[in-house]
């Protein structure tokens, strides 16, 4: 990926199916640290007045360091993608989002980034990719 890919990133739409990892990691820190909370709370000798007073800054930290780091993972992703369709002369929205499913979808994400990283010409990548989605879709 190269700093030119990131004229992508005009192009996303703030939805759901693309910023998954931002709401599952925010909602999933918020546990871990309520969890953590209580624990440390239980373990101090505190009351739980102490604890449920302590909560509302752990939800309020948890979501500010989702909210500063996981929308950078989501839009890497969405830049990959979008590179890898450009390669692959595949259409982004009817070619690979719509056509596929999230397990299929990370499955062709996981050939594409295993054979870049042989450092395979962009011509040979598209055909050993189009012959993955094929035999791949026969399972």
Same mark, same amino acid.
């Given at each position: 990926? =190269? &700093?030119?890919?990131?004229?992508?990133?005009?192009?996303?739409? $703030? +939805?759901?199916?693309?910023?998954?990892?931002? !709401?599952?990691?925010?909602?999933?820190? =918020? &546990?871990?640290?309520?969890?953590?909370?209580?624990?440390?709370? $239980? +373990?101090?000798?505190k009351s739980l007045i102490e !604890?449920?007073?302590?909560?509302?800054?752990?939800?309020?930290?948890?979501?500010?360091?989702s909210g500063l780091v996981f929308?950078?993972?989501?839009?890497?992703?969405?830049?990959?993608?979008?590179?890898?369709?450009?390669?692959?002369?595949?259409?982004?929205?009817?070619?690979?989002?719509?056509?596929?499913?999230?397990?299929?979808?990370?499955?062709?994400?996981?050939?594409?980034?295993?054979?870049?990283?042989?450092?395979?010409?962009?011509?040979?990548?598209?055909?050993?990719?189009?012959?993955?989605?094929?035999?791949?879709?026969?399972?």
């Amino acid at each position: 990926m =190269n &700093v030119s890919d990131l004229k992508y990133v005009r192009e996303i739409e $703030f +939805s759901l199916r693309n910023f998954v990892w931002t !709401i599952i990691g925010g909602l999933l820190l =918020n &546990v871990v640290f309520i969890t953590t909370t209580f624990v440390v709370g $239980f +373990s101090g000798d505190k009351s739980l007045i102490e !604890i449920l007073m302590n909560v509302p800054y752990a939800m309020l930290i948890a979501t500010i360091i989702s909210g500063l780091v996981f929308p950078f993972v989501d839009l890497k992703e969405y830049v990959a993608d979008r590179v890898m369709c450009r390669v692959l002369a595949w259409d982004y929205e009817s070619d690979f989002i719509s056509k596929f499913s999230p397990d299929q979808l990370e499955r062709l994400r996981e050939n594409y980034s295993k054979l870049t990283d042989e450092r395979i010409p962009n011509c040979q990548i598209k055909e050993r990719q189009e012959n993955f989605v094929e035999e791949y879709c026969r399972e």
